[in-house]
């Protein structure tokens, strides 16, 4: 079974540039989760999407927004970027949001931007 | 506003012996707890969990304990093995925010030989 993939695995942009994610999910998970891992705020929850809604949000600017397709597949976008916004992203995947089930992350993208 | 603490940002221990990771968290309503492994270059992966209902778990070498009323819960490894070096990650959850984790800050952990 294939794990979660997450595209691009590095990505270099400047400021005020704006920048998209992409996550797939493990096949037949529909819930998806996006976190943010930087030095100094440690590991921080984005937001996460289940049947393409967004049930729940994170506390983060209006720059960082995501959705999700008919396939589970999720995108992250996060616009007019900050040097702050350097970060590794990381996307987790799961059967569903209700309950305690396993999540499964990604590799993460590393984001740097200059 | 921190809710989940590892207060200790690295460990060093001998193989075959017990590594012992603290994690403190200040919401009392959370009722779920996990602990992640991380190596660099890679996602965080699940170790083990807790439900606030119990106060110890196991799963081979690793067992958890959780401290209600303290606020505490613990992660042991036993014996501990070169391969266990990572970053190790509690983290918290409340069944009704669905799948939103709260994670402690990490501990480093390095198994020496």
């Known amino acids: 079974k294939a794990g979660v993939t997450q595209t691009p695995r590095y990505l270099i942009k400047t400021r005020g540039q704006q920048v998209t994610l992409s996550c797939s999910p493990i096949?037949?998970?529909?819930?998806v989760s996006w976190y943010q891992q930087t030095p100094g705020q440690g590991l921080q929850f984005l937001f996460e999407y289940f049947s393409e809604t967004q049930r729940n949000k994170g506390n983060f600017p209006g720059r960082f927004s995501g959705r999700q397709f008919s396939n589970s597949r999720s995108e992250m976008n996060v616009s007019t970027l900050e040097l702050g916004d350097s970060a590794l992203y990381l996307c987790?995947?799961?059967?569903?949001?209700?309950?305690?089930?396993?999540?499964?992350f990604g590799p993460g993208t590393r984001l740097t931007v200059l | 506003d921190q809710q989940v603490k590892q207060n200790s940002p690295s460990l060093s221990v001998q193989e075959g012996r017990i590594s012992i990771l603290n994690c403190d968290y200040t919401n009392s309503m959370f009722d779920y707890f996990l602990w992640y492994k991380k190596y660099p270059a890679e996602g965080p992966t699940f170790l083990i969990s807790i439900s606030s209902i119990k106060d110890k778990n196991e799963d081979g070498r690793f067992t958890v304990f959780l401290n209600k009323s303290a606020k505490h819960l613990s992660l042991h490894i036993v014996p501990s093995q070169p391969g266990d070096s990572a970053v190790y990650f509690c983290?918290?959850?409340?069944?009704?925010?669905?799948?939103?984790?709260?994670f402690g800050g990490g501990t480093r952990v390095l198994v020496k030989p």
């Open positions: 983290a918290a959850m409340r069944e009704a925010a669905g799948n939103k984790l709260t």
């Open positions: 096949s037949g998970h529909r819930s």
């Open positions: 987790a995947s799961s059967l569903s949001p209700s309950g305690y089930n396993e999540q499964f």
